[in-house]
């Protein structure tokens, strides 16, 4: 009899402390949000950054901002700025370059190999790393770890960067809709 007062005990004990590790972690993560969004709110307002940053209605982890004509943009109307606080103690960047009305979507590419093989190679290159969502729109991504604490001067710098994204924009063209011709391929520092 004992053995089966036991397991329900056992269970019950295990159940508790996952709800408080659980609640642990979303005052951690409430944290980190809200010293991102104390953080977004000065560095958007810097010259190179200018951007007004609010917090996403469907995810209230998310802050969400567009970088607009005021940066002098060539190849993009502008830059749809996705900023996540994740579960997994991370803060992840999302840009979306918009091109022509719309995302830069793979499944619309004129060389959707070639457009794919450029993504790969200026992750490579680049200071952020290339990608597509579940959807097949193309982004420039970044993310922190906070491991060593919450990166204040290395998110600026982040933000700072985020306008660079249009002349990469402008080397996907070629493949995108076949307008222009992007820049020769970088060497391997032979």
């Not at 996705?82 to 992840?92: A, Q, R």
């Amino acid at each position: 009899m004992k053995r089966l007062l036991v397991f329900p005990l056992l269970l019950l004990s295990l159940t508790c402390m996952s709800a408080v590790a659980n609640a642990q972690d979303d005052a951690a993560r409430d944290a980190t949000r809200e010293k991102l969004r104390q953080l977004l709110e000065t560095a958007g307002q810097k010259k190179d950054v200018n951007t007004t940053f609010r917090q996403a209605t469907r995810n209230p982890y998310n802050f969400v901002g567009t970088m607009e004509a005021g940066m002098n943009f060539s190849h993009v109307e502008h830059l749809e700025v996705v900023i996540s606080v994740t579960k997994d103690e991370t803060i992840s960047f999302r840009i979306y370059p918009h091109y022509k009305g719309g995302y830069i979507n793979i499944d619309k590419a004129k060389d959707p190999l070639g457009f794919a093989k450029k993504l790969l190679l200026m992750s490579d290159n680049n200071f952020m790393f290339w990608g597509i969502d579940d959807a097949g729109d193309a982004f420039a991504g970044y993310t922190f770890t906070l491991e060593s604490g919450f990166p204040s001067d290395a998110i600026v710098i982040v933000l700072r960067s985020i306008r660079n994204t249009d002349k990469f924009v402008g080397e996907l063209r070629p493949f995108f809709d076949g307008s222009g011709a992007g820049p020769a391929t970088t060497h391997k520092g032979l």
